[in-house]
C-alpha cells in the first residue's frame, strides 16, 4: 500500500509541474509581432536610433537587418541578440507606431489579398494531366 501511495503523489507532482502550452502563435504583420520585418516594397521606416546597432564584429559583409523588438530588447542588445541571429549583424530598429501604422496593415492586406487568390492550390491547378505530362 505504501507503494501505491508514492506512485501516486509521485504521478500527482508530475502533472502539476508539466509546462502549460498556449497554442498561441503570432506572426508578422499582428500587433504582438517580434522580429526580422522585410522592408523592400515598404515607405521607409520610422527608426528608433538613426545609426545602426551593431553587437559583434561583423564576420562577413551582410545587408542591415529591420527589427521591431521590445523596449527593453533594445535597452540590453548585448543580451538579446542571439534571439534575433543578429548578434554581427548591422541592425536598425524600427518604431512601434510605424510599424502599427504602415507596415502592419499592409502587409495583412498584401498577404490576406494573395493568399486568397495566388496560389492557394500550390500548383495543383493543372487539371487532371499534370503528372502525365511530367
Same mark, same amino acid.
Given at each position: 500500500?505504501?507503494?501505491?501511495?508514492?506512485?501516486?503523489?509521485?504521478?500527482?507532482?508530475?502533472?502539476?509541474?508539466?509546462?502549460?502550452?498556449?497554442?498561441?502563435?503570432?506572426?508578422?504583420?499582428?500587433?504582438?509581432?517580434?522580429?526580422?520585418?522585410?522592408?523592400?516594397?515598404?515607405?521607409?521606416?520610422?527608426?528608433?536610433?538613426?545609426?545602426?546597432?551593431?553587437?559583434?564584429?561583423?564576420?562577413? &559583409?551582410?545587408? !542591415?537587418? /529591420?527589427?521591431?523588438?521590445?523596449?527593453? *530588447?533594445?535597452?540590453?542588445? $548585448?543580451?538579446?541578440? =542571439? +534571439?534575433?541571429?543578429?548578434?554581427?549583424?548591422?541592425?536598425?530598429?524600427?518604431?512601434?507606431?510605424?510599424?502599427?501604422? &504602415?507596415?502592419? !496593415?499592409? /502587409?495583412?492586406?498584401?498577404?490576406?489579398? *494573395?493568399?486568397?487568390?495566388? $496560389?492557394?492550390?500550390? =500548383? +495543383?491547378?493543372?487539371?487532371?494531366?499534370?503528372?502525365?505530362?511530367?
Amino acid at each position: 500500500m505504501k507503494h501505491v501511495m508514492t506512485a501516486a503523489m509521485l504521478i500527482a507532482a508530475s502533472l502539476t509541474s508539466l509546462p502549460s502550452q498556449a497554442g498561441v502563435s503570432i506572426s508578422v504583420g499582428e500587433p504582438g509581432f517580434y522580429g526580422q520585418i522585410d522592408i523592400g516594397g515598404y515607405p521607409p521606416p520610422q527608426l528608433i536610433y538613426p545609426q545602426p546597432v551593431v553587437i559583434q564584429p561583423a564576420v562577413a &559583409v551582410m545587408p !542591415p537587418l /529591420y527589427l521591431r523588438v521590445p523596449p527593453g *530588447h533594445i535597452k540590453q542588445w $548585448g543580451r538579446y541578440c =542571439g +534571439r534575433y541571429g543578429a548578434c554581427g549583424r548591422k541592425v536598425y530598429f524600427v518604431r512601434d507606431d510605424w510599424y502599427n501604422r &504602415v507596415y502592419a !496593415p499592409r /502587409y495583412r492586406e498584401y498577404h490576406h489579398d *494573395h493568399g486568397r487568390h495566388e $496560389g492557394w492550390d500550390h =500548383g +495543383r491547378g493543372h487539371g487532371d494531366d499534370w503528372r502525365r505530362d511530367r
